[in-house]
């Protein structure tokens, strides 16, 4: 008897197969999900979706932010992979695989700096990351210890006979949409619809021959043509309506319109009037003053001063420019100018003295800044210190052998210790027109602005 270990590697087919068993079951019903899937059980199924196929996975390349709460949280809460998971946007996994590569990393770096390693600079671990994806080295006897978070294998082009069986066994089972009481209903509607297209056969080819059945009406039935449904009929007033029934239509009134009902509407009226003013003020651009009715244009003088009323409230209405506050002081302008007559005193002492004649070959030196050249300071890699910490503490022994470790009193300043996020701190380029030069010194603080 031939045994079925399950377990292994996925294959394309396999999650092809867990797919379209997750559109149909849902994800929560694994045991159904696995019967469709003869190597595989409903654990491995479930791990699979939420650890490689869930479309919410993200699979892109690990941002600088997301390093430094990876190993913040790691920090914090030490190999609790499905609490910190949530927290960064990735997989456990995803996030085992990623902590233990920025471990390597570290510990290569410190390899090539000349530091102590565990292998040294060509140790068994830095040269092994070539063979594994994740940078731990060689597989055990070449099985993959977590097959669900890796990509699918490829299909073959002959398949085996269990794996032919399985596909089609699968999509006969996702075929089949509907269930049996679906089945029987489907079944039921047909029978129904074809009792009925046999009935009208009959009667017409009756009513071809000659022979009119009729059917007979029941005593309940309301025939909808003819009757009028939920009919209430008024009561009988104290006077005689027969006279209305027989008047005829008055076709004066039916070919009325509304404008001639209504009256005049106020938008004609008003269109009228505009044109009238445009007619008259044309008039008078021409030099004729009066108009057909008779009426002389005269201008006045009060439309002018509306005029300037409008345009001072609309001044008024306007919002007041607000400027930022000044980044420099009175005070730091007085010693900025206090500064140029300093230099200026001096340059015209060098002036009057013997050697007037050379005071050409001077140059203004006090337009040049005075400050040192400000760069941008260097900022430190905190992911690295952060993976060069969690290696020394991993690698400290327990502080109850009475001596402190000189791994850890050389711990780094990294992400700290104050919340569930990374403290980073921002470094910024120094302005120099930020910070003003200060009487006694030349140099400018980097980052400080006054």
């Not at 292994?8 to 999900?33: C, F, H, P, S």
């Amino acid at each position: 008897m031939r045994v079925i270990l399950k377990g292994g590697a996925w294959k394309n087919t396999e999650d092809e197969i867990l797919k379209a068993a997750v559109m149909k079951y849902g994800k929560n019903q694994w045991a159904r999900v696995s019967s469709l899937l003869g190597r595989k059980t409903a654990k491995q199924c479930k791990a699979r979706w939420f650890e490689w196929l869930d479309p919410s996975i993200k699979k892109t390349d690990w941002s600088k932010d997301e390093d430094e709460k990876l190993l913040h949280l790691a920090k914090l809460m030490p190999t609790q992979w499905r609490t910190i998971a949530p927290i960064v946007g990735r997989t456990p996994a995803q996030c085992l695989e990623r902590y233990q590569r920025l471990l390597d990393e570290a510990e290569q770096a410190e390899g090539e700096a000349g530091q102590l390693g565990l292998t040294g600079s060509q140790g068994g671990e830095t040269s092994a990351a070539v063979t594994d994806p994740s940078g731990r080295g060689s597989y055990m006897h070449g099985i993959q210890p977590t097959p669900e978070t890796r990509p699918a294998i490829p299909d073959a082009v002959d398949m085996d006979a269990d794996e032919k069986e399985m596909l089609s066994e699968a999509r006969a089972r996702l075929a089949n949409t509907q269930g049996k009481k679906a089945k029987r209903k489907a079944r039921e509607r047909q029978l129904e619809e074809a009792r009925r297209l046999a009935s009208l056969q009959k009667s017409r080819e009756l009513k071809a021959a000659g022979i009119e059945v009729r059917k007979k009406k029941k005593t309940n039935d309301m025939d909808y043509n003819a009757d009028i449904p939920f009919e209430k009929r008024p009561m009988a007033g104290f006077f005689d309506t027969r006279e209305e029934l027989n008047r005829v239509n008055d076709l004066d009134f039916l070919r009325k319109r509304l404008n001639q009902i209504d009256g005049r509407k106020k938008r004609d009226y008003f269109d009228e009037q505009a044109k009238q003013r445009a007619k008259r003020t044309k008039q008078s651009k021409n030099g004729d003053g009066d108009d057909e009715e008779g009426i002389t244009f005269v201008p006045s003088s009060t439309n002018a001063k509306l005029l300037k009323i409008q345009e001072a409230e609309q001044i008024a209405q306007r919002r007041k420019l607000q400027l930022p506050t000044p980044q420099v002081t009175q005070t730091e302008l007085d010693e900025i100018i206090k500064l140029g007559q300093a230099s200026e005193t001096a340059r015209d002492l060098v002036s009057d003295g013997p050697n007037a004649a050379s005071n050409s070959l001077l140059n203004e030196y006090q337009s040049v800044p005075k400050f040192t050249d400000v760069r941008t300071p260097a900022t430190e890699d905190t992911v690295m210190v952060e993976a060069r910490n969690l290696r020394r503490l991993a690698a400290s022994q327990t502080p109850l052998l009475g001596r402190d470790s000189d791994e850890m009193s050389a711990e780094e300043t990294g992400t700290g210790y104050d919340g569930i996020q990374p403290r980073s701190s921002i470094v910024q380029t120094p302005n120099p027109l930020l910070t003003p030069l200060r009487a006694g010194h030349a140099s400018v603080a980097a980052g400080r602005t006054s």
